[in-house]
């Protein structure tokens, strides 16, 4: 693993903090704005998965080539060309009117998020040392929950008064936090440089030109665990506003705000979880809670489909998120310990893209299925599928647990934090990468 060896540098993570929140805040505004005018205009299933599909595929598509890009280009440059660029093409969104343009200017701007996604989780590691790191993951988290928390509930009220223009100008506006953070984050990556004092080689031994991905049983198990329950469960994402809407009776301001509280609890899992992070020392022991946390999400979107109305899925939602939280924390934790500083670029790209990828999987499944089945089915349906793919991945996750902890080259002493070494927004933020609603 490689930090810096001097102080943290909490200014730029609070500014890499506060344009996350702002950036998030508006992705989630547009994002709900533009599902809740779909079902508004009487679309179904398969035009909110196209629209979902059309924001993803581009993180999934450009994941190799803007994984490269965030280690070997500056990040000042990537961060403030991205953030003009996804500006202009959300103003250019909120005055669109064919659905083509817009599934069109839909995708580069998921493209702009394909740049930033990783620069901004690389940066953040090399912003402070290792016993440092569970904290900045957790404000890293706070910030793109409490986004992702104002954003949908916001887009409700606006939505419902103004109609979709205005919650996609702000959108546009929140972009600006990108570039002012570009140019104020003294931190940079790429472009032939490298952070101050900070190590080459990552906890498995091999030097940063030298890494691969697939080396690492560890990160190779969490990436294909965390993939395989997003793809059972990521159909929640396209039901959720016909199962809150039509079978609850929910209005449009209820909406948004019964889907906070699944972001509420990802704020909350995230600084509870953040000291559970620097405690574990062991990657495998941090695996194995990684697996129980995403176990736990997946129980509480079962136990969703049981609830008789929209208000009494807030506390199942607040307990799924909390679990989401811990986990976002847990995974980007397991990668910054495990991968050399000038390769995150490429690794963060690699999980991203392939969270997205089972995402397009359940998109795809959710429009599909909802034209056979009721919501409350499907959402029953998603919980089920989830608990299974984590039936399966323990097996495996054990034999890469024993792995992991099989005889490597030492790592240099300067890669050993005396805390114990330690982003998590989805993000996301998933996006931070954790299952979604």
Same mark, same amino acid.
């Given at each position: ?16 903090? &506060? ?6 805040? #508006? ?39 803007? #994984? ?70 957790? =404000? ?55 952070? &101050? ?122 307990? #799924? ?13 397991? =990668? ?8 995150? #670029? ?21 429009? =599909? ?15 089920? &599928? ?47 990468? &954790?299952?979604?609603?």
């Amino acid at each position: 693993m490689s930090f810096t060896s001097g102080p943290s540098r909490w200014f730029d993570v609070w500014l890499v903090t &506060a344009s996350r929140g702002v950036s998030t805040g #508006g992705d989630f505004l547009a994002a709900t704005a533009l599902t809740l005018a779909l079902q508004s205009a009487g679309a179904g299933g398969l035009a909110v998965s196209g629209l979902m599909l059309a924001a993803t595929l581009p993180l999934v598509a450009l994941a190799p080539l803007t #994984g490269r890009l965030a280690d070997r280009v500056d990040s000042r440059l990537l961060l403030v060309a991205a953030g003009l660029g996804q500006a202009a093409v959300c103003l250019a969104l909120a005055y669109a009117g064919h659905p083509a343009l817009i599934i069109t200017l839909v995708a580069l701007l998921a493209a702009g998020l394909a740049v930033t996604q990783p620069v901004l989780s690389a940066l953040v590691p090399a912003m402070v040392r290792g016993e440092d790191l569970p904290r900045a993951a957790a =404000l890293n988290q706070t910030a793109g929950t409490l986004g992702a928390l104002a954003g949908p509930a916001l887009a409700g009220v606006l939505v419902g008064s103004f109609g979709t223009r205005l919650p996609l100008l702000l959108d546009a506006v929140s972009y600006l936090a990108l570039v002012a953070a570009g140019l104020l984050i003294r931190t940079r990556r790429g472009g032939g440089r490298r952070p &101050a004092a900070v190590a080459a080689t990552g906890t498995s031994g091999a030097p940063a030109a030298d890494w691969r991905l697939r080396r690492d049983p560890l990160l190779v198990a969490m990436i294909v665990t965390i993939a395989g329950v997003i793809a059972a469960v990521g159909a929640i994402n396209v039901v959720e506003v016909f199962f809150i809407r039509e079978t609850l009776h929910s209005t449009a301001t209820l909406y948004g705000l019964v889907t906070g509280a699944w972001t509420l609890g990802i704020l909350i899992g995230a600084w509870l979880f953040a000291r559970v992070a620097r405690r574990l020392v062991d990657d495998g022991r941090l695996l194995v809670g990684y697996l129980a946390l995403l176990a736990g999400c997946c129980l509480m979107i079962l136990l969703s489909a049981a609830v008789p109305s929209a208000l009494l899925l807030v506390p199942v939602w607040l307990l #799924g998120g909390v679990g989401n939280g811990g986990a976002n924390v847990f995974d980007n934790v397991l =990668l910054a310990r495990r991968v050399p500083e000038a390769s995150r #670029g490429r690794a963060y790209a690699a999980l991203t893209g392939s969270v997205q990828g089972a995402s397009m999987i359940g998109f795809l499944l959710g429009g =599909l299925l909802l034209e056979v089945a009721t919501p409350r089915l499907l959402v029953a349906g998603c919980g089920v &599928a989830g608990l299974l793919v984590i039936a399966l991945v323990v097996p495996p996750v054990a034999r890469a647990v024993r792995a992991g902890r099989a005889p490597v080259d030492a790592p240099a002493p300067a890669t050993a934090p005396a805390g114990g070494p330690e982003n998590a927004a989805p993000g996301a933020e998933l996006a931070t990468p &954790a299952p979604s609603r």
